[in-house]
């Protein structure tokens, strides 16, 4: 009897943990799972046809270094109750708090429009006209903000974020070959001609969509909506390390689908990838790109939130997912505003959709380091963080990511200035 | 009324300077000059992807 009553009380103790765990999760595997947006996956599936499996490594390198830059935000919310934005007001003056917020916005539409090329194209392989996409998409994210409750929202938005994983099973089906996965994964390797500035243009893109300046706004108002306190720290923390590691199977699941089944093809979006991939296996091709609307729709409800979040805080609106429409109407139409200007740029005949999908992810990665260098030095304030500051491995590490990304910026801007340094 | 709308938004830009006047972590003059200095540096290598986007277009 002791037995049972221990493994009882045991089995108790695991289920109120896994039920807390739910409780308190769902920022950190939103913003990662909506990492994995239209461009992430445009650019997954190009760096697999392009460069086989020799690059699976490097996504999962990128895994503890989204989770490093995340994590902070993490801390930060949970910390002040303020969202990115305010805090950078707050801490840093008019002048500092306008250049974020206008990179902020700035970026975000950018990549709007992209997660609007993913859903569009996505579903032209249905035969469902762009403008037909772009208006249910509005009525569907319309619909599930106007609810009134965080709660509400995130719990659809999981469902999503379940969907995002659609790419694994159709990995699996393909057979693909295991001993190169692994091959792939564990041995850092360049591919067969060596560093060209495809293939950097190709690595910045897949740093960019890894780690983004709108995830660090949307983690951080995401904790404070939520009403996250100091104690929950640690299972904000499993969250975003469970997304984090979604993050990196989803963009190898990808890079398994094209590696396997186009490789050596020039693929530039998802969608090409998907289309290519019905008369070799529908069902994968179906797969694919379901999943590449998802992706897009995930990004963008999330997007968008970020840049409503931002502006609700500095301008003094309320801004909560809490409130219904009449108690934050501006919150709300600047929602909606974002999600039809980004929208409607998708249906401007002739626009270079695919470059505009690759470019909006360098360019992200480009301004990150701006944004990191602020959450890292209010993340060492003493006086905001307490206790809860960063420790000298966490500096080390955040420090060294915003180098790594200014050095490789850098040098993507000299080979596009100087093609010729890198063998074009 | 548009006019309206950007006098409204005028004059929240000015309550929210005034309001975050004073920053509450104060920087020495070499960090806010290494912060402009980054901040205009990665601008120079947006403008340079711009550039080479608009040449990839042609």
């Given at each position: 009897?002791?037995?049972?009553s221990?493994?009882?009380?045991?089995?108790?103790k695991?289920?109120k943990?896994?039920?807390?765990?739910?409780?308190i999760?769902?920022?950190?595997?939103?913003?990662?799972v909506?990492?994995?947006d239209?461009g992430?996956?445009?650019t997954?599936?190009?760096?697999g046809?392009?460069?086989?499996?020799?690059?699976?490594?490097?996504?999962?390198?990128?895994?503890?270094?989204?989770y490093?830059?995340?994590?902070m935000?993490?801390?930060?919310?949970?910390?002040?109750?303020?969202?990115?934005?305010?805090?950078?007001?707050?801490?840093?003056?008019?002048?500092?708090?306008?250049?974020?917020?206008?990179?902020?916005?700035?970026?975000?539409?950018?990549?709007?429009?992209?997660?609007?090329?993913?859903?569009?194209?996505?579903?032209?392989?249905?035969?469902?006209?762009?403008?037909?996409?772009?208006?249910?998409?509005?009525i569907?994210?319309?619909?599930?903000?106007?609810?009134?409750?965080?709660?509400?929202?995130?719990?659809?938005?999981?469902?999503?974020?379940?969907?995002?994983?659609?790419y694994?099973?159709?990995?699996?089906?393909?057979?693909?070959?295991?001993?190169?996965?692994?091959?792939?994964?564990?041995?850092?390797?360049?591919?067969?001609?060596?560093?060209?500035?495809?293939?950097?243009?190709?690595?910045?893109?897949?740093?960019?969509?890894?780690?983004?300046p709108w995830?660090?706004?949307?983690?951080?108002?995401?904790?404070?909506?939520?009403?996250?306190?100091?104690?929950?720290?640690?299972?904000?923390?499993?969250?975003?390390?469970?997304?984090?590691?979604?993050?990196?199977?989803?963009?190898?699941?990808?890079?398994?689908?094209?590696?396997?089944?186009?490789?050596g093809?020039?693929?530039?979006?998802?969608?090409?990838?998907?289309?290519?991939?019905m008369?070799?296996?529908?069902?994968?091709?179906?797969?694919?790109?379901?999943?590449?609307?998802?992706a897009?729709?995930?990004g963008?409800?999330?997007?968008?939130?970020?840049?409503?979040?931002?502006?609700?805080?500095?301008?003094?609106?309320a801004?909560?997912?809490?409130?219904?429409?009449?108690?934050?109407?501006?919150?709300?139409?600047?929602?909606?505003?974002?999600?039809?200007?980004?929208?409607?740029?998708?249906?401007?005949?002739?626009a270079?959709?695919?470059?505009?999908?690759?470019?909006?992810q360098?360019?992200?990665?480009?301004?990150?380091?701006?944004?990191?260098?602020?959450?890292?030095?209010?993340?060492?304030?003493?006086?905001?963080?307490?206790?809860?500051?960063?420790?000298?491995?966490?500096?080390?590490?955040?420090?060294?990511?915003v180098?790594?990304?200014?050095v490789?910026?850098?040098?993507?801007?000299?080979?596009?200035?100087?093609?010729?340094?890198?063998?074009? | 009324?548009?006019?309206d709308?950007?006098?409204?938004?005028?004059?929240?830009?000015?309550?929210?300077?005034?309001?975050?006047a004073?920053?509450?972590?104060?920087?020495?003059?070499?960090?806010?000059?290494?912060?402009?200095?980054?901040?205009?540096?990665?601008?120079?290598l947006?403008?340079?992807?711009?550039?080479?986007?608009?040449?990839?277009?042609?």
């Amino acid at each position: 009897m002791n037995i049972l009553s221990k493994f009882y009380y045991r089995y108790k103790k695991i289920l109120k943990t896994i039920r807390l765990y739910l409780i308190i999760a769902g920022p950190g595997i939103i913003v990662m799972v909506a990492d994995n947006d239209a461009g992430g996956i445009t650019t997954y599936t190009a760096t697999g046809a392009q460069y086989s499996f020799h690059l699976i490594w490097f996504l999962i390198l990128l895994g503890p270094v989204a989770y490093y830059v995340q994590e902070m935000t993490v801390r930060l919310g949970a910390v002040t109750k303020r969202g990115h934005a305010e805090a950078i007001f707050h801490s840093f003056g008019s002048f500092w708090g306008w250049f974020s917020l206008l990179d902020l916005v700035f970026l975000d539409w950018l990549t709007m429009i992209t997660e609007f090329i993913g859903m569009t194209a996505a579903m032209s392989i249905f035969g469902v006209p762009p403008l037909v996409t772009v208006i249910i998409s509005w009525i569907v994210m319309g619909t599930m903000v106007l609810q009134g409750r965080y709660w509400t929202w995130e719990k659809v938005a999981l469902l999503f974020c379940g969907l995002n994983l659609i790419y694994i099973p159709a990995a699996l089906m393909i057979n693909p070959p295991v001993d190169k996965i692994l091959h792939g994964s564990f041995i850092p390797q360049l591919p067969p001609g060596g560093f060209t500035n495809a293939l950097f243009f190709l690595l910045m893109a897949n740093i960019g969509t890894t780690i983004a300046p709108w995830m660090i706004f949307f983690q951080q108002s995401a904790v404070v909506d939520k009403g996250m306190q100091e104690k929950d720290m640690l299972w904000g923390k499993i969250d975003t390390a469970v997304g984090s590691l979604l993050t990196v199977v989803v963009a190898a699941g990808c890079v398994v689908l094209t590696a396997t089944l186009l490789p050596g093809q020039m693929i530039n979006d998802a969608a090409t990838a998907a289309f290519r991939f019905m008369p070799i296996n529908r069902y994968v091709g179906a797969l694919l790109a379901i999943g590449l609307f998802d992706a897009g729709f995930l990004g963008a409800i999330c997007i968008s939130l970020a840049s409503s979040w931002a502006f609700g805080e500095v301008f003094g609106w309320a801004h909560s997912l809490n409130h219904k429409v009449k108690e934050a109407p501006w919150f709300y139409a600047y929602y909606f505003f974002d999600l039809l200007l980004a929208g409607t740029v998708v249906l401007i005949p002739r626009a270079p959709l695919v470059l505009i999908t690759l470019f909006v992810q360098v360019i992200a990665v480009t301004l990150l380091p701006a944004a990191l260098v602020f959450l890292i030095l209010l993340l060492n304030n003493e006086e905001t963080m307490g206790e809860y500051r960063n420790t000298l491995f966490q500096n080390v590490a955040n420090i060294g990511i915003v180098v790594m990304i200014i050095v490789i910026s850098t040098l993507y801007g000299i080979s596009a200035i100087f093609p010729k340094i890198l063998g074009g | 009324m548009i006019l309206d709308f950007f006098r409204n938004t005028a004059g929240a830009v000015r309550a929210i300077n005034q309001k975050y006047a004073k920053p509450h972590i104060e920087m020495t003059g070499g960090v806010r000059f290494s912060l402009g200095a980054l901040r205009f540096y990665l601008l120079l290598l947006v403008g340079i992807m711009v550039y080479k986007f608009i040449t990839l277009l042609h």
